[in-house]
């Protein structure tokens, strides 16, 4: 059983490598991103609340998010482990899940850090084309990335909890090195 959190800025290739991760060790890839955007395209009441936050590049609120966390860790698939993907984003988040994890007695393995340069991610991100991957927005994001999220990579290396990997490699290589750093 393994129980993963993937961390690093946007367009570091943590949704592609825990998709690959998961396929190999036969577990889901939970990723609220693509939870989010499944829900803006339905136009569900989540989707309308994200979809504002999402176009100006901004974090979706907590709450939010917590709410989609606790209802996807208690589907069936979860219980043989998971690799989550865009959560936690926060310190607070990581306390939520923590909390979380204690009440449904379950624990996470290993948390990854996806390590990029900033100006590689710009590059990476202006090639997908998505309608809210403008050069301003993804540096908006990269600043909220840095402000926000990177202070978990402090929380969870007090832990001795995580494992850097260099995403600034051939894809197959990133593979390699997070095969190597789950002991697939």
Do not use: C
Request: charged share 25%; net charge negative.
């Amino acid at each position: 059983m393994t129980r993963l959190i993937f961390l690093g800025p946007p367009g570091a290739g943590k949704g592609t490598q825990a998709e690959v991760l998961a396929n190999l060790l036969n577990i889901p890839h939970i990723s609220t991103g693509d939870i989010l955007r499944a829900n803006v395209a339905r136009q569900s009441d989540l989707g309308l609340k994200a979809q504002s936050y999402m176009d100006q590049g901004e974090l979706v609120p907590d709450q939010l998010i917590l709410d989609m966390i606790q209802a996807r860790l208690s589907q069936e698939d979860t219980a043989t482990g998971w690799i989550l993907d865009g959560f936690p984003r926060n310190v607070a988040q990581a306390g939520f899940l923590d909390e979380l994890l204690t009440k449904i007695n379950s624990s996470y393995d290993r948390v990854i850090s996806l390590e990029v340069p900033d100006e590689v991610l710009v590059e990476r991100l202006l090639k997908r084309l998505r309608k809210d991957d403008t050069e301003e927005v993804i540096r908006h994001r990269l600043a909220v990335y840095h402000a926000q999220t990177a202070p978990l990579i402090s929380f969870y290396r007090d832990r001795q909890q995580i494992v850097s990997v260099n995403g600034n490699q051939p894809m197959e290589a990133v593979t390699d090195a997070l095969q190597a750093a789950v002991k697939v």
